[in-house]
């Protein structure tokens, strides 16, 4: 009996494992290098606001729209994935990337819009996606949480693609490269990756989502263009910044390759504006929609 014991104590404390920390997505990474300029212009308290001409091809013909980009930096909760009202020990400086695409169908509208949020303080995959496509037929939503893994929630109203959700290992996604690239362009690595696609461009075309390979690379001519190329899905991506300092998007080109057609959506910058803007929801502040000819 005393044997047993013995033997049922070793097996028992064996089988114990200490707890593990729970690894967290803004914790691990190399530092980046923010000069003293990148924080002048990103911390001030203000959002970059730029709208952009946009002609955009749906169901096999070309649509004429607007776009726009938000970017602003701001403290996020990592564990709760949500923007903080104040910044304390539980919080990382992220920014943010709000874009939208509008355009008409015939009859009936398309609003598109997207959320990326990346952390500024360290090289790591993105927090953080959220995109919704909505026109009179119905709406679909994604949602991507950087926690362990990336963890996918999907809803739709297509049969098939109702609703999921699902975990999946982190890794590079085409949503922050935008950012990366605002950051600074001429650290993005050139190659072969396995990238996320834009996850709007997944929900409008009804591809699995998931990692696809791609080739990034990057040119200099009048602009920095970075180019990414999905063999396997027909898209190619061509995104063109001023060679300076912030790095402003002037344009951008979304090419989709068929068996029947090569159709090539483009964005032209309209105009720029740095401003507080969520404090501009007065009537007072409509002649801003003006000067950014929306």
Known sequence: MKYILILLFVVTYSCKT???PESKPHADGELRNLSETFKSYWYDGKAELTSYELEFYRYGEKRNGK???IFVTEDFLPETQVK?????????SVMKLNSTKKFNTG???YSVMQSTFLPLEKETPVLKITSSVQEWCGQSYAQLNH?????LETHSYFEGEADSSFRIKPTLSENQLWIQLRINPKQIKP???KLFPDFSFLQLNHKEIKAYEALIDQTEAKYIQTTINYDNLGRILKIYQEKTFPFAIEKWEEIEINKADTLISTAKKIKTLKTKYWQQ???KYLHLRDSLSL
């Open 18 to 20: 200490e707890p593990q």
């Open 67 to 69: 776009a726009m980009m």
């Open 84 to 92: 903080a009202n104040s910044k304390s020990n539980q919080t990382v």
């Open 107 to 109: 009859i009936y509208p």
């Open 147 to 151: 926690k362990k893994d990336f963890e």
């Open 191 to 193: 190659g072969k990756h």
């Open 281 to 283: 929801n007065s009537n």
